[in-house]
Each structure stands twice: as C-alpha cells, then as structure tokens.
C-alpha cells in the first residue's frame, strides 16, 4: 500500500520510518517551515509527572517512554547510531524536601502499578541537587528519579528520515495540500505534481489545522510559541548533566553536548505562527531560569530557538482517522510532550494507515472529536 506522509517532524519521521519497517510503499514531504517544534525541543522525557492525569494519555505517554530503548536499537540496527538520546536521570526542585512530598507520592504509585521506567526514586536535602547539577542555587532540595532521559530531536528526527530513506521512502520537498475524490483523501499536491496514495497521514504539527481546512474538517490545534536559549559554559561533559525537570515550576534546564546548558522555555498560547525572538519572552525565562541556577550567570548566550508547540484544544493528542474522511490519519496536538510521545504516535499513525491493530487503543483521541460542537 502507498502512503504519503505530510510533515517530517518527529511524528512524520517516525511514521515514515515505521512504515516503512511495515513493508509499504513511502512518500513523505516537508515544507521546512521556520519554527518546527522537534527543532526547538528541549528533549526531556519524563512523563510521570505531567500535569494531564487523563488515564488514556497516561497510558500512551509511558508507553511511549517504554518504547524508546526498542527504537533506539531498531535504528542501530539500520545503521543509524547518532541518535542523541541518554538516560541521564531527572531531577525536581524545590525550596524545602517537605514541598517534594506530592512529587514523592505520585512517583510511589506509579512505581506500586508498575511503571518501572521511573526508575529510582531518591530524596536530596537541601544542596543535594547542586552535587549533581552544580549550576543550581544551593538551597534547593530535590527528588532524584533515576529513570528520566533526554533526547535531542533533530538527530533522532533525520535518523528515522536516514533509515526510511534506506528502505526505499521517497521525500518530497514543498508545501503539501490535501487531494481527494468526493469525502475521502487520495494523495496530495505539492507544487504541481500530484502524489496519490492508499492513505495519508497528516503530521504537520501546528499546522496541521490549516492543512485539513479545506476539506471542512476541524482539528482542534493550534501553535503555542516556545522560546527557549542555548547558554554556553566552560565546562565540558554538560551532556551527562541531569535534566532539572518542571513540576514545581514551569521552567527546566538540561545539559547538550558541546558545553551548551539549555533554558527553556516560554509558553505563549495564542502566539500564532509569530516566528520571533521577543524581549519579553528572553527576559522571563533568563530571570526564572538564572534564579533557579545562578551558576549560569556567567555562561554567555550561544542561540535562541523557536518553535510552534502543537497544543491541543483539551490536552490530548489529535490521533486516529476521521470518521467523516476515509483516507486520512491525523497524527499531531503532542503538544508540551511531542518528543516524548512523537515517536510511539508515529508507530500507532503507521499502523492506523495500514489497518492494522495498534500497540494500545487510541479511542479518546479522535482528531474530529469536537468538530460536531
Ligand atoms: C521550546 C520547546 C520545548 C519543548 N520541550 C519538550 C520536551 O522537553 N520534551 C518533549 O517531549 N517535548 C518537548 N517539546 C514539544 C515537542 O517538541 C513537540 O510536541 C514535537 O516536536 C512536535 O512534533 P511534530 O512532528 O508534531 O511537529 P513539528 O516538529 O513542528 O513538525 C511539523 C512539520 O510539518 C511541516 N509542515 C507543516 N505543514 C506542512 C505542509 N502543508 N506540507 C509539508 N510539510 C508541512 C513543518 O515544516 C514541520 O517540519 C518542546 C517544544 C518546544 C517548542
């Protein structure tokens, strides 16, 4: 079967890929549209704690996590060992061990259901998060979770892409529209050459809405802007650096390679497609970020990235085929945790275009769910 795959994020990229793996024949195409979200991504993946406590996305986002270390060797075996993606361990911070106590509880239970991927779960005193991130303020106490990872979207994103090309998929360049024959989907047009194809998977992130307006379907999705700074220290191994992960605040900090220790990151619901660096927003994460490690304050600024989160409506993933238009798999709205969950959606997406029966059931996550409001 043929399918084309519109948007080569880490959704679109891993569709591809698994399709690929699934023996069809493969299409994808990408616009390269400034602001892709898997470029800006921060990397950390560590769901336990998510603020959605919805059961359905709970299930999908630790099976995602589950997921990762299958991936990771599947692309090795293909021959794609770049993937930057570490178990280097997560850390919450807090002024006081007793502010920790929530935190500590919600990773007990998950551990009494059997979500060993948390792996273990240590409390630090006061100064105990600074041994192990020692741009923090020592002042923080913490919770220690051995079990988080950090991935870096770009090299995972052209791994998949690397490995699918491999296997025979063909990429496209271009800006996609959606083709179709009465009600269904049967390819797409991209400049003026017309791909047809058995289905099409729609994982063009934030902009997933206006590419399936045309065909009156609704997808509640939007971009919510992140702007998120690159800071440069002296030290070398800032890759081995323990994510400091946001539960108690909104804002986090993680090592990359090349003594780069990122900041990140704003949250502007309603930003549009507005690709800039604002004054405002680089001052709010700098003010929260350095006051939560005020070791950085002598690193220097080495990039600023933006990327277009696709937020969702009701904080769940936009994942399935719409009931109104055969044809079509929508697989987006990831959201705050697209890099975490993007590449298990992609393998759920490329089997929902097969036909076949998926790791776990997506019902809940209906991309046109609210379209009959
Ligand atoms: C600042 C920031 C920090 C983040 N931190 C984390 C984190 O720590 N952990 C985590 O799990 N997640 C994080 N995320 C979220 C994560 O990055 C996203 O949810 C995820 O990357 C979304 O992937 P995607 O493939 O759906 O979309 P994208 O990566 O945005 O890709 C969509 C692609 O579709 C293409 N496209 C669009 N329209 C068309 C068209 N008509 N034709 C062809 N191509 C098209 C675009 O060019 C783009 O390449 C963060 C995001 C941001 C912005």
Redesign the pocket.
């Known amino acids: 079967m043929k399918i084309v795959v ?7 990229a891993s569709a591809a890929f698994h399709l690929t793996e699934l023996g069809a024949e493969v299409y994808f ?5 400034p602001g ?3 470029f ?6 560590c769901p336990w704690l998510s603020q959605n406590r919805d059961p359905r996305y709970e299930e999908l986002s630790f099976a995602a996590v589950r997921y990762y270390p299958e991936l990771i060797a599947r692309l090795s075996t293909a021959g794609e060992t770049g993937v930057d993606y570490d178990l280097v361990g997560g850390l919450v911070v807090a002024d006081s061990v007793q502010q920790l106590d929530s935190v500590v509880r919600r990773l007990q239970e998950h551990l009494e259901h059997g979500v060993k991927e948390i792996g273990q779960v240590r409390v630090l005193p006061i100064g105990g998060p600074k041994e192990l991130f020692p741009y923090l303020d020592s002042r923080l106490a913490g919770v220690h979770l051995s079990g988080a990872a950090r991935v870096t ?1 770009e090299p995972l994103r052209m791994a998949l892409l690397n490995a699918a090309l491999k296997a025979g998929a063909v990429q496209l360049s271009g ?2 529209a959606l083709e179709r024959s009465g009600n269904a989907v049967v390819g797409v047009r991209v400049d003026d050459e017309i791909v047809s194809a058995g289905a099409v998977i729609v ?5 997933s809405a206006d ?1 399936c307006r045309p065909l009156n379907l609704r997808l509640e999705v939007e971009p919510q802007r ?1 702007q ?1 700074l690159h800071l440069r220290v002296s030290e070398a191994n800032t890759e081995a650096l323990p994510v400091i992960v946001p539960v108690l605040s909104d804002y986090y900090l993680l090592g990359f390679h090349e003594s780069r220790v990122v900041m ?2 704003t949250r502007e619901t309603g930003s549009g497609f507005d690709f800039r660096i604002t004054a405002g927003g680089v001052a709010e994460v700098l003010q929260e970020g350095l006051r939560l490690a005020p070791g950085l304050n002598t690193a220097t600024l080495a990039e600023i990235r933006v ?4 937020i969702s409506k009701d904080g769940l993933p936009l994942l399935g085929r719409p009931w109104s238009t055969p044809g079509l798999v929508i697989a ?1 709205g ?7 969950v ?1 590449p298990f959606a992609g393998l759920l997406a490329a089997k929902l275009a097969l036909g076949e029966a998926t790791e776990i059931n997506v019902a809940g996550f209906e991309p046109d769910r609210n379209s009959a409001e």
């Open positions: 519109v948007g080569a994020g880490i959704v679109g195409v990408d616009s390269n549209t892709r979200a898997t800006a991504g921060a990397g950390i993946v979207g800006t996609a994982a063009a992130g934030a902009w590419l992140g998120i990140g990151a990327g277009f989160r696709p987006t990831l959201g705050r945790y697209g890099l975490t993007g």
